[in-house]
């Protein structure tokens, strides 16, 4: 008897049998793990605020004047569908880390306190890209919200001068952070 339920449970973990399962538990059978970031810990949220607090010290020098707001109050995942946010997500936090690795190369100090968070937002990024779903290049692109979102990020190294994306990146990391990472890492149960 316990050899037949031994059996049955690796079969059912391998996907040999399938098994009726809620988004979340086949987001993780596929090697997705990104309920993990429904919180992060104390220490790392502590890093990121010490690591905004420099960029924001640091914007206050540079004294930028942006016209636009990359990532506007209006912009919340909870209005795209479930799988549509994933993709968002790794969109929002690519071009995150795209920034704060670029501010952290061109000032050492900022750099040793992006260290940390660089670290855990690559790890995030990581864990994020093992849920999306590759996207076929011939054959339909994303539409509406998700398009848009997509497109305004894509245009905003092109559009926006290195220091309005930093100040974009930095006035939005703890929306990132405790919001949309929060809301894809909750997967359905997002309202």
Same mark, same amino acid.
């Given at each position: 008897?316990?050899?037949?339920?031994?059996?049955?449970?690796?079969?059912? =973990?391998?996907?040999?049998?399938?098994?009726?399962?809620?988004?979340?538990?086949?987001?993780?059978?596929?090697?997705?793990?990104?309920?993990?970031?429904?919180?992060?810990?104390?220490?790392?949220?502590?890093?990121?605020?010490?690591?905004?607090?420099?960029?924001?010290?640091?914007?206050?020098?540079?004294?930028?004047?942006?016209?636009?707001?990359?990532?506007?109050? $209006?912009?919340?995942?909870?209005?795209?569908?479930?799988?549509?946010?994933?993709?968002?997500?790794?969109?929002?936090?690519?071009?995150?880390?795209?920034?704060?690795?670029?501010?952290?190369?061109?000032?050492?100090?900022?750099?040793?306190?992006?260290?940390?968070?660089?670290? $855990?937002?690559?790890?995030?990024?990581?864990?994020?890209?093992?849920?999306?779903?590759?996207?076929?290049?011939?054959?339909?692109?994303?539409?509406?919200?998700?398009?848009?979102?997509?497109?305004?990020?894509?245009?905003?190294?092109?559009?926006?001068?290195?220091?309005?994306?930093?100040?974009? =990146? $930095?006035?939005?990391?703890?929306?990132?952070?405790?919001?949309?990472?929060?809301?894809?890492?909750?997967?359905?149960?997002? =309202?």
């Amino acid at each position: 008897m316990a050899v037949l339920v031994l059996m049955a449970a690796v079969l059912t =973990v391998t996907g040999a049998v399938p098994v009726t399962r809620p988004l979340g538990a086949l987001l993780d059978a596929r090697g997705c793990h990104i309920a993990q970031f429904k919180s992060l810990s104390p220490q790392e949220l502590q890093a990121f605020k010490r690591a905004k607090d420099a960029l924001e010290e640091s914007l206050l020098l540079k004294d930028c004047r942006c016209r636009s707001r990359l990532f506007p109050r $209006t912009w919340d995942l909870r209005q795209l569908q479930v799988r549509e946010r994933l993709v968002a997500l790794e969109a929002e936090l690519a071009l995150t880390l795209e920034v704060l690795e670029a501010t952290a190369d061109n000032d050492t100090a900022l750099g040793d306190v992006l260290e940390q968070p660089l670290h $855990t937002l690559h790890h995030v990024l990581s864990q994020l890209r093992a849920c999306v779903q590759p996207q076929p290049t011939a054959g339909p692109r994303p539409r509406g919200r998700l398009h848009h979102w997509l497109h305004r990020l894509q245009e905003a190294s092109k559009k926006e001068s290195p220091g309005c994306l930093e100040a974009s =990146v $930095t006035f939005n990391l703890f929306r990132l952070l405790t919001r949309d990472l929060k809301c894809v890492a909750s997967g359905d149960l997002c =309202v």
